[in-house]
Each structure stands twice: as structure tokens, then as C-alpha cells.
């Protein structure tokens, strides 16, 4: 009987020793991934509610101030408006046109291995490189505007980065260039997922093109669509290095995001409080929209 | 109509090409009078079943059902009453609000012809629909489907490598090889005057048997010579093959089904054989003996038994480099022969195929 008994114990301890492998095997990751993302983020949020500079050994508090200030008028709203524009702008175009080239590169034409690495590369290359590159094309003496003029369409040049009407729309071509590669292959990831019989079992049945897209396609793309979107807009919300690389949030703060902002405020003008209580903003209003949107496409996905 | 025949001959293409969902190369496609060759399948007025079933996962039963009339701008209120009319025929009433995976096998391929019934088309396309069933689920299936074909009297084309299936649910048959048409005709009728060694080689369970033989003649008639006796050919087995007279001297290869060999001295011509092995199926038992003889290897004789299982045709080889041949005979189950037992087998003579070895086609006319 306690020979049993002990046995018995032996075994617990053994099977909660097993269970515990995999935690410990983890643990270290756990650690690293904490101690060098998550604690410096949280620490500097904390340093929201001071008017620390950076450099001084001492901060001292001030309360919600620097919130009250990036909500007031002379505050950050305007960066705050052009953040969620080029997020928008990307967030639809780059999934429309990803979707798009998805679509038409699939299969049949002859080149689309070549055509799909040639979309894919704009993601590929340095964001800030190919934006000096973008911010060459658009000056006034640049291609771009050379170009206008060998076709006689001199009245349309502009100095693109420079002028507040379309220096943001210049932003949100380059991002919307250079993610839409990216939204390309995952749809053509959710379209090699869709069984091959379904397009014989639609063009059987007799349905047209669109209904085919709309009742078929799209309905069974629905992760991909959560994936792409998702990421589309976590990357719209946070544009920096083309923002810098194009016009470097000129002319006149048109084209400021909450992103720029931040990297101003805490590195080039000593405002770490400032700055720190900015990049709270930011990761909010980044997670609180992620989610939606996340909760909204996957209730689309569970009817699948 | 059934198009049977083993994998890779082509009845999945041919039946694609039907469908509209594969390019001809030439030739004509006609729906009644209508020459389809250049319309899209969806407007050739012809419902598929698919092999996997090719159900659409996130929509409903009802949807599935319904999509085809959605497809057609069909009216609510008849798309409702089609699908549920259709849904009842098939057992499916209670699963309308369902999805796709939530149901079984043999509910999914009746939702597959549920999508396909409710057009109303003109005829049924199925390609192995009972393929992804399991044994006992695929016989109840198959009289459904023949039943329900019958009540709804549309002509159905049925693809399968299932010879049963074939014999089992065609009006007419059509046995293909390597894309080629080998016969086409009401199942018996393929079965008792198969128009080619392969086509005779691959109907019937178990197959036929074959053996080489050199035709003989002398002043009494024409026999068939093999390695220590021979056979002597019937005045009707001769009178009915004209042709025969060409093959003198010549090897050919014989053929008799299991079933029309008797056991035991019946009073014909008969061969003497060794018992080598015996079945006991319950109804009847298999007998196989075995003669010397030389076996019957051609790229079809090997494809059909290939197509029965691959150890059937090493088994094949090996029989021809031993120079002995077995034949199987179906008999009565009480049958008291032992292996190792000397018989006299005694072929049926009417029933006695003869093919030419070169071409493989049958010696008729």
C-alpha cells in the first residue's frame, strides 16, 4: 500500500516535471523578449508624465500635461490627422492593388515569376534608401517633372515634396509602392490555398466573373485579408523612414506624423517627456485599432 | 454511360473535355443538336460532380445548392423552393443550415449532387464520385445514384476505374486505354465479346484467363497445340471465326473466363492441370490450377493487372519465365478436389476467346 502510494507520487512529480519542460526550455526567450522590448517601453511611458529632457539627472512630474498639449490645438492633432490619412490611403490601395496583382499573376501569363519578384523587390529594398530615391524623382528638377515637360504638360509641375497640397499624397505613393509587393504575396499565399476544383466547380455552375470574386474568392481569402490589413495598417500608423527620407515632415509640419514626432521631439529637441507621451498615443491608438479591425475581419474569417 | 478504364487512360480528361473545362484539339461536342465546342461549360447546360466534391467550405448547404440558380439570376422565391424540393429528394432537409465540414462523406458527395440536380441540366458529368467513400458506403451510393439517375431519367456520363461500378450503374460502358476508345457497348455485352485482349482482361473479377497457344489443323479440324496436349476446337467455335484459317501454324492466345471452365471430365475436349491452390468464397470457390503453357505478357496484360493490384503483374513474368500458366475456375463451394489433385478442366467451347497476339483483337470475322 505506501509502496503504491509513494510510487504514485513518484509518477506526479515526474509528469509535473514534464509539463514544466517546455516553460523552462521558453523562460530565457521570455526573459530576453521582455527585459529588451517590453520593460524600456514601459519605463519610457512612465517618463510621459515628467518634462524630462534626456540629458538632466533629475525630472520632475507634471501630471497628464504633455497629453493636454498633444490634444491641444498648437499640439500634435495635425500629425495625428495626417498619420491616420496615410494609413487609410495605404491601408485601402495597398490591399486593393495587392489583391489586384494577386489576382492577375496567379497563373496563365508566362512572365508572372518575374513580374511578382519585381513587385515584391520595392518591399525588399531599404525603406529609407529607395526614399531618397523617391524624394530625387520628385524634385523639381527630377524625372518626374522632366518627364511632364518632354510630354508638354509643363503647367502640372510641382515642387511635389514641397508643396503642403501634395507633399503627403507623395508619401502615400511611395508607401503604398512599396508595401503593396508585400499585401501581393500574401493574397497570392491565400489564392494557392483555394482548391483548384472550385474553379471548375464555379465555371460549371455558370457564374460570372464578379460572382465568382465576390461569393467565392474573396470570402475564402478572408485570413489572408485579415494578415494584410492588419499589417498594412500597423505600418501606415507607425511611417517613418519615408516620411524622413521625403520631405522630413516639411513643408510647414504637412506632412508630420505621430512617428516623426516622436523621434523630434525626444532626440532633437530634448523633449523626452514630450516625446515619450507621444509614443504612448501612438502604440494606442495602433493596438486599439489593430484589434478592431482584427475582431472585425475574424468574425468574417469563423464563417469559413 | 460509363467510362471505365485504369489510371492515366484518360476518361477524367475526356470527361473535362465534355464539361468545357478542357480544350479540344479537334472534333465535335453536341448537347442534343447543339454543337458546344467553343461554349463555356456554364452555359453547356451540364451539371458535374466532382471527385472531391468541390463543396464551396463557407457556404451553407442551402447555398451550395442554391448557387448554381443564383449564378442564373433565378427568382428567391423559386431558388427556395428548388433547393428544399432538392434537399428532400436527398435525405439533406435537416442539414440546410449547416457547413460543408460539419458533415459526413456520403453527405457531402449527396450535397454535390443536390448542387448538381437542382439545374435541372440537360445531363450529369461524374467524375469517381464514390472515390472518397468507404467500401460499404460506396455500395449504397451506388444504387442511390443509379436510382435516382433512373427516376430523374437524365443522361448521365460516369467516370470510375471501379470495373463493378461500371458493370454495375452503366446502361453502356466505354472502356478506355491510353486515351484511346478500346469498346463501347451494354455492359454484358463487353463482357461476353470483349473486342480486344486488354478490354477482356480488364472486365470481369477475377479475370480472364489466358494462355498461348500455336493452332493446329488436320483432317478432322482445327486445335489448339500446347506444350503436351491439346485442344480440339468445336465446328461452331471455327464456323464462327472465319478468320481462323489464317492463323494455322500461328501462336495465338486463347481466352475463358473463370466460370466457363468445368471441372471434371464433362465430355468435351478438355486439359489436364494440377490443383495449386483453392478459395473457399462461401457462395463458390475459386480452384486455381496450374499447366505448362506459355502465359500471355503484353503491355495491355500487364496494365490490367497492374490496375488489379502491382504484385499481379510480377506475379505475370515470373509465370511466363517458368513456363507454366494458372488458370482460375469458378466452381460449385462443396467442390472436393485437394491441392496438389490431378483435374481435367473443360473449357465451355462457345464461350472461348481467341486473340491475335501482334494486335491483341479479337479473331472474329
Not at chain 2, 435525405?91 to 440546410?96: A, K, M, P, Q, V
Request: charged share 20%; proline share 4%; aromatic share 8%.
Amino acid at each position: 500500500m505506501s509502496v503504491q502510494r509513494s510510487s504514485s507520487r513518484l509518477n506526479r512529480s515526474r509528469r509535473i516535471q514534464v509539463r514544466h519542460v517546455p516553460w523552462l526550455i521558453a523562460i530565457p526567450g521570455i526573459v530576453l523578449m521582455l527585459g529588451l522590448r517590453f520593460l524600456p517601453a514601459v519605463f519610457s511611458a512612465g517618463y510621459a508624465f515628467t518634462d524630462w529632457n534626456g540629458l538632466s539627472p533629475r525630472a520632475s512630474s507634471v501630471g497628464l500635461d504633455n497629453f493636454a498639449q498633444i490634444f491641444s490645438p498648437s499640439g500634435a492633432l495635425g500629425s495625428l490627422g495626417n498619420t491616420l490619412v496615410l494609413a487609410a490611403i495605404l491601408l485601402v490601395v495597398s490591399n486593393a492593388a495587392g489583391l489586384g496583382l494577386a489576382l492577375l499573376l496567379r497563373k496563365g501569363l508566362k512572365a508572372r515569376n518575374l513580374l511578382r519578384a519585381m513587385f515584391f523587390i520595392p518591399f525588399a529594398l531599404s525603406h529609407l534608401a529607395t526614399g531618397y530615391i523617391w524624394q530625387f524623382i520628385f524634385s523639381y528638377k527630377g524625372p518626374l517633372n522632366q518627364i511632364l515637360d518632354s510630354l508638354g504638360l509643363s503647367s502640372w509641375k510641382h515642387t511635389w515634396t514641397g508643396d503642403p497640397k501634395w507633399a503627403l499624397y507623395t508619401i502615400a505613393l511611395v508607401i503604398c509602392w512599396q508595401y503593396t509587393g508585400l499585401t501581393m504575396i500574401i493574397y497570392l499565399a491565400g489564392l494557392e490555398g483555394i482548391p483548384e476544383e472550385l474553379d471548375d466547380a464555379v465555371a460549371v455552375d455558370g457564374a460570372s466573373k464578379w460572382m465568382k470574386f465576390r461569393r467565392v474568392t474573396l470570402p475564402l481569402l478572408a485570413p489572408a485579408v485579415t494578415v494584410a490589413c492588419t499589417l498594412t495598417l500597423i505600418w501606415g500608423l507607425g511611417a517613418f523612414d519615408q516620411v524622413i527620407a521625403l520631405t522630413g515632415g516639411g513643408p510647414a509640419g504637412a506632412t508630420e506624423t505621430l512617428a516623426t514626432l516622436v523621434w523630434k521631439n525626444t532626440f532633437l529637441y530634448g523633449k523626452y517627456g514630450y516625446g515619450s507621451a507621444l509614443a504612448l498615443v501612438l502604440a494606442l491608438i495602433v493596438t486599439c485599432l489593430a484589434v478592431l479591425q482584427m475582431t472585425l475581419l475574424r468574425s468574417r474569417e469563423e464563417q469559413l | 454511360m460509363v467510362f471505365v478504364g485504369p489510371s492515366g487512360c484518360g476518361k477524367t480528361t475526356a470527361l473535362r473535355m465534355v464539361a468545357g473545362l478542357e480544350d479540344i484539339t479537334e472534333g465535335t461536342i453536341r448537347v442534343g443538336d447543339k454543337i458546344v465546342n467553343g461554349i463555356d461549360p456554364g452555359e453547356r447546360d451540364m451539371a458535374m460532380v466532382f471527385q472531391n466534391y468541390a463543396l464551396y467550405p463557407h457556404m451553407s448547404i442551402f447555398e451550395n445548392i442554391a448557387f448554381p440558380l443564383r449564378a442564373r439570376h433565378t427568382s428567391k422565391s423559386e431558388v427556395r423552393s428548388r433547393v428544399e424540393r432538392t434537399a428532400a429528394l436527398l435525405g439533406l432537409t435537416e442539414y440546410l443550415k449547416r457547413k460543408p465540414r460539419t458533415l459526413s462523406g456520403g453527405q457531402r458527395q449527396r450535397v454535390a449532387m443536390g448542387r448538381a440536380i437542382v439545374r435541372e441540366p440537360q445531363a450529369f458529368l461524374m467524375d469517381e464520385p464514390l472515390s472518397n467513400l468507404d467500401a460499404k458506403l460506396r455500395v449504397q451510393m451506388r444504387s442511390e445514384i443509379s436510382n435516382l439517375q433512373r427516376d430523374l431519367g437524365v443522361t448521365t456520363i460516369y467516370v470510375t476505374h471501379d470495373q463493378v461500378e461500371a458493370m454495375t450503374m452503366g446502361t453502356r460502358i466505354a472502356i478506355m486505354r491510353k486515351g484511346v476508345l478500346q469498346q463501347q457497348g451494354p455492359p454484358q455485352q463487353v463482357y461476353a465479346e470483349p473486342a480486344n485482349i486488354f478490354v477482356a482482361a480488364f472486365i470481369g473479377s477475377p479475370g480472364m484467363n489466358f494462355l498461348q497457344a500455336t493452332l493446329g489443323r488436320d483432317e478432322s479440324g482445327f486445335e489448339l497445340r500446347l506444350p503436351g496436349q491439346t485442344l480440339r476446337l468445336s465446328d461452331a467455335v471455327v464456323s464462327a471465326r472465319p478468320a481462323l484459317a489464317a492463323y494455322v501454324d500461328r501462336e495465338l492466345a486463347m481466352g475463358i473466363r473463370p466460370e466457363s471452365l468445368a471441372l471434371g471430365p464433362t465430355g468435351g475436349p478438355s486439359l489436364r492441370a494440377t490443383v495449386s491452390r483453392i478459395e473457399v468464397l462461401g457462395a463458390e470457390s475459386l480452384i486455381y490450377v496450374t499447366l505448362a503453357g506459355q502465359a500471355v505478357v503484353s503491355d495491355e496484360m500487364i496494365e490490367a493487372a497492374v490496375d488489379v493490384d502491382a504484385t499481379a503483374a510480377s506475379t505475370l513474368k515470373q509465370e511466363a519465365e517458368q513456363c507454366q500458366v494458372t488458370l482460375i475456375v469458378r466452381s460449385e463451394p462443396d467442390t472436393d478436389v485437394r491441392v496438389g489433385d490431378q483435374v481435367n478442366i473443360t473449357p465451355i467451347q462457345h464461350r472461348l476467346h481467341l486473340f491475335d497476339l501482334e494486335s491483341g483483337a479479337a479473331v472474329t470475322s
